[in-house]
């Protein structure tokens, strides 16, 4: 079985590839995408972590957590379309509203 | 597949202590080659010319009959022609995932021959996910379908894609809910063990096994029709309307890659039900020959999937296409509840009967010959009563 | 699965990683999204999570990403023309990135996670573990996921619906105003 380290770092290099789009990009349908990268790098955390301990739980929350990225991605793509209609824009930088 | 290999190696073919990966991905290409080129791509060839056929048949024509006996090789000729046609690719189309649309519907038709039972050994990976790995990788289409409609920049290549994506999205839901029933009976999720689960005679059949997974079944056909584009769910390539919907801008090879995927998708469908509800591969045990119980068991598994492919050539041939709104309609206030409902009434069934209920098997099995006998009747009195003229010959 | 693929497999996804991030294209960005969880999914059945690795590919390669493209192409968005960011957010951003993913390696390297490496169970990650585990352990969990799910479906009908009387929300926004 490959070193648990090889499958950390890259869990790590994904995530934060993730962070990173967050904060480069100002579309908003880009950096939701980028969510889903980061829960998707803390999933593979959790298989190989449970796996090396051969533990049933680490797939349990990976579960758990698509579920989660599911209601997230359908309830923040009604967010954006409702953000489109009222603003016609997906630039974060154009959302001022609320800006103090 | 694993003492295949082991085989392999120990009959020293690969030389003397071969890496075992390397046997096993060699073994594992040669096999699927051989699974694609001699069973996937002449099925999905040959089935173009049968449906063409029968439709002729069905509507009173005569249908291709000139390239080979009876227009048998038609399809080769269809190939050739198309392969030879020029490549074009849309100026304003987006090159790169014009061009790679159509491998990935090829891959999502290619991917589920792994898991085919054709018979009690004739099978790639018997995997204990089996029928849920059917189900993931028949889900990948849509991105290939999306992909050729966004990539075409052609509005009707995009309304077909956004049609299709539509459609498969919904219907995966009552298809998927339709596998359960079944899953809940047998406890497992293997193509074999559900095959295994069930008998040779019709009576031990999923099908008939309660009244909630003949329903199951019909719904799972009804929404795999759906999922393949096919009538009279073909909207995403309705071609008085679209063209040819999503593969409008297509031609040459990369058209016949959608073509072959839809045609060859038949196939799958009609083995995932005679696998799920038809009793797979199961015959009669007449012979302790292990070759002749398998090539027995192959033709059982093809007839079966040959019929079902039939069956959807009858559906086309017959129906009208339905409207969009009756399409969304008919899979979420309709087969979704009652699919959700088959799923409850099986898990009932199986708690009040764990071995299922053998006279339910014969009773319905019963039912459903007098429904057949009914319907030839039906067909038989109205044919005389039109005072046509019946060629049952069907060649011509 | 032998080493190398893991390794082929783990270049694959952070290329394809990066390939949503730095894309102009909405489009590009959602496909190379795809690509990503598609390999994460392989990483997953390579790592015994047979059932999960799969549900992955159903659940966000058939549902989630065409509800994206779907809303892509919904608002109708195009190439991005402009810079994507600041330049100064731009270096600031990968300069976050690195020092998190070294950071991160860090914490997470196995001698701090003490790890106790056992040989797996008979039957591990297969459906009969997975639901064992779910239907006992996490049986409130569970139950509680399919109240989540219902709010978001409520929640995301009640945001997209246009409100009654009005077939255009920029003209009841105007009159608002």
């Known amino acids: 079985m490959i070193p648990l380290t090889y499958m950390m770092s890259l869990s790590a290099i994904i995530f934060a590839i993730g962070v990173a789009g967050v904060i480069i990009r100002r579309n908003i349908l880009v950096m939701f995408m980028s969510i889903e990268l980061m829960l998707n790098a803390v999933n593979l955390a959790f298989i190989a972590i449970g796996s090396r301990l051969g533990s049933m739980d680490g797939q349990v929350i990976v579960f758990f957590v698509m579920t989660v990225a599911a209601a997230e991605a359908a309830v923040g793509l009604g967010i954006i379309i409702s953000i489109f209609r009222n603003r016609e824009t997906v630039h974060a930088d154009d959302l001022t509203l609320m800006r103090w | 597949m694993q003492t295949l290999i082991q085989n392999l190696i120990a009959s020293g073919a690969f ?24 069973i996937a791509l002449p099925f999905a060839g040959i089935v173009t010319w049968v449906e063409r056929r029968v439709w002729a048949r069905i509507q009173s024509r005569v249908g ?26 849309p100026d304003e189309a987006d090159a790169r995932l014009f061009k790679l649309a159509p491998f990935l519907v090829m891959l999502a038709f290619t991917l589920p021959w792994a898991v085919m ?117 073909d909207l995403p390539e309705a071609e008085s309307e679209l063209v040819a919907g999503f593969a409008t ?18 196939f799958i469908i009609g083995a995932i039900i005679t696998t799920l509800f038809l009793g797979g591969w199961q015959f009669p045990h007449v012979t302790n020959n292990v070759v002749a119980m398998n090539v027995l068991e192959l033709i ?33 206030k309709y087969f979704v509840p009652i699919s959700f409902v088959n799923m409850i009434g099986t898990a009932v069934w199986v708690a009040i009967w764990p071995d299922g209920n053998v006279a339910m098997g014969y009773i319905m099995f019963a039912g459903a010959i007098a429904l057949g006998a009914i319907f030839i009747q039906r067909v038989i009195y109205y044919l005389r009563r039109s005072q046509m003229e019946v060629y049952l010959n069907p060649t011509i | ?168 929300p920029r003209a009841a926004r105007k009159t608002a105003s």
């Open chain 3, 1 to 168: 699965m032998p080493p190398f693929l893991y390794i082929f497999l783990g270049a694959l996804a952070i290329v394809s990683a990066l390939g949503v991030i730095v894309q102009r294209n909405p489009i590009h960005s959602l496909l190379a999204l795809i690509a990503t969880l598609m390999t994460v999914a392989v990483l997953f059945i390579g790592e015994d999570a047979v059932v999960v690795g799969f549900l992955q590919i159903i659940v966000y390669a058939g549902a989630i990403m065409v509800l994206f493209l779907f809303v892509i192409w919904l608002l109708n968005l195009q190439v991005e023309t402009g810079p994507t960011g600041h330049l100064a957010l731009k270096l600031f951003g990968s300069l976050t990135a690195a020092l998190l993913a070294t950071e991160l390696f860090f914490i997470l390297a196995p001698p701090h996670l003490q790890v106790k490496f056992t040989h797996e169970p008979v039957g591990y990650g297969s459906l009969a573990s997975l639901a064992g585990k779910l239907f006992t352990d996490y049986l409130v969990a569970f139950e509680v996921t399919s109240v989540l799910l219902l709010a978001a479906v409520v929640g995301s009908v009640a945001l997209a619906r246009r409100l009654p009387g009005t077939d255009d």
């Open chain 2, 15 to 38: 030389g003397k202590n071969p890496p075992r990966d390397l046997v096993a991905a060699i073994v594992v290409f040669v096999m699927s080659l051989v699974v694609f080129l001699a």
């Open chain 2, 64 to 89: 291709p009959n000139r390239v080979g006996p009876q227009g048998f090789l038609q399809w080769l000729a269809d190939g050739v022609k198309i392969v030879c046609k020029e490549d074009i690719v």
């Open chain 2, 249 to 266: 801008e297509y031609s040459g090879w990369r058209y016949a890659c959608f073509s072959m995927a839809e045609w060859g998708n038949l």
């Open chain 2, 117 to 233: 039972p054709f018979s009690s050994s004739l099978i790639l990976a018997d995997l204990n996910v089996g029928i849920l790995y059917m189900t993931a990788v028949t889900a990948l289409t849509v991105v290939g379908v999306l992909m050729a409609g966004w990539a075409s920049n052609n509005k009707w290549s995009l309304i077909g894609g956004v049609r299709s994506a539509a459609q498969i999205v919904s219907y995966e839901i009552p298809a998927g809910l339709s596998i359960f029933p079944v899953v809940l009976m047998t406890g497992t999720l293997s193509m074999q063990g559900i095959i295994r689960g069930q008998g040779w005679a019709p009576q031990h059949w999923f099908l008939f096994a309660n009244p909630f997974t003949f329903v199951a079944a019909n719904i799972l056909y009804m929404s795999s029709l759906a999922e393949a584009n096919r009538t009279p769910f």
């Open chain 2, 300 to 332: 059982t598994f093809s007839v079966k999937v040959l019929f079902l492919v039939f069956l959807s050539m009858w559906i086309r041939a017959t129906l009208p296409r339905v409207r969009i709104d009756q399409l969304m309609t008919a899979c979420w």
